[in-house]
């Protein structure tokens, strides 16, 4: 059969939207390597945040939004948009499927391209899933060796790529990336949070879940020491990242995805231990930028 040939499964893919689906844990360069694909090598795409807590309005340092000078341009969905109100606290899994679905068909009928852009799996498998139950949670531990548990069938021909990076240097950046979060001004803005009495409990229901926000929580209002709740956002975000990855694994293992893996943790590295701006993005060019470029186009020509 030549490679050309047609299939039932290659009439099958052609008639489904096509999007590129960029995964990974937090800290590992997901959304600087969006923005590069987006802006410089796919001008024609937009950017759907899948990201459970940046979805929310307000605490954008804490949450680590994208400052909008960053973005270059790029449009993006879904970040920083949605307020928690008494009859809808919480933007939920489901929510994400039926907003992101609605906003795949306006980028797609608009002949742009969808990048999906985040950490939170639990959004990526709701959206992606050709079934998908609400009420049951395919990431249980207590389902997690199952892989009958997870729906194989998509909505939309994907293009995965897995950002990953090795643990230790990840855990080092994390770490750092807390404290730049902190001079940046996280401090203050979580002291203007709990200080606001206008915000209230409700608009809070969804952001109260971000990493910060209950930690930094024990120190404004019951005199926890600082270091404390510094330690404990640290701890926190790296228990997140590694929770992150098991969530992808079970992804490719039990739902069969076609990850196609990007590391990052040469260039991490660099950037870390100071060796020059230009060094660095040398080598996040040619062993981040370079390798997905490829496997967009690749996909794209399929």
């Not at 920083?80 to 933007?91: K, V």
């Not at 929580?217 to 510094?230: D, H, I, L, W």
Request: net charge positive.
């Amino acid at each position: 059969m030549s490679a050309h040939a047609t299939t039932p499964e290659t009439v099958l893919r052609r008639n489904k939207k096509k999007i590129v689906v960029i995964m990974g844990p937090t800290g590992c360069g997901k959304t600087k390597l969006s923005i590069d694909l987006a802006s410089r090598f796919f001008p024609s795409s937009e950017i759907i945040n899948s990201d459970k807590i940046q979805v929310y309005r307000g605490l954008d340092i804490t949450t680590n939004k994208l400052p909008l000078p960053e973005r270059k341009n790029v449009r993006h969905h879904l970040l920083g948009e949605f307020d928690s109100s008494d009859s809808h606290p919480e933007f939920t899994p489901s929510d994400f499927r039926s907003s992101a679905s609605k906003l795949i068909s306006r980028i797609t009928s608009r002949r742009r391209l969808p990048f999906v852009v985040g950490g939170s799996n639990s959004f990526i498998y709701a959206l992606l899933a050709k079934k998908f139950d609400p009420k049951f949670d395919v990431f249980n531990d207590s389902n997690s060796d199952s892989k009958s548990v997870f729906c194989k069938e998509l909505r939309y021909d994907c293009c995965f790529i897995w950002v990953d990076v090795s643990f230790p240097v990840l855990n080092q950046y994390l770490a750092r990336r807390v404290d730049d979060m902190l001079d940046s001004g996280m401090f203050e803005e979580l002291a203007e949070y709990f200080e606001n009495p206008g915000s209230g409990s409700v608009t809070k229901c969804g952001l109260k879940k971000a990493i910060g926000v209950p930690e930094f929580e024990r120190y404004f209002k019951r005199g926890a020491p600082y270091e404390e709740a510094v330690r404990a956002v640290k701890d926190n975000t790296w228990q997140l990242a590694k929770r992150q990855v098991g969530k992808i694994v079970r992804l490719r293992e039990g739902a069969g995805w076609d990850l196609k893996k990007v590391d990052t943790t040469a260039a991490i590295t660099a950037a870390m231990e100071g060796c020059g701006r230009r060094v660095v993005a040398d080598i996040w060019e040619k062993q981040v930028v370079e390798p997905s470029v490829k496997i967009v186009k690749q996909f794209l020509m399929e």
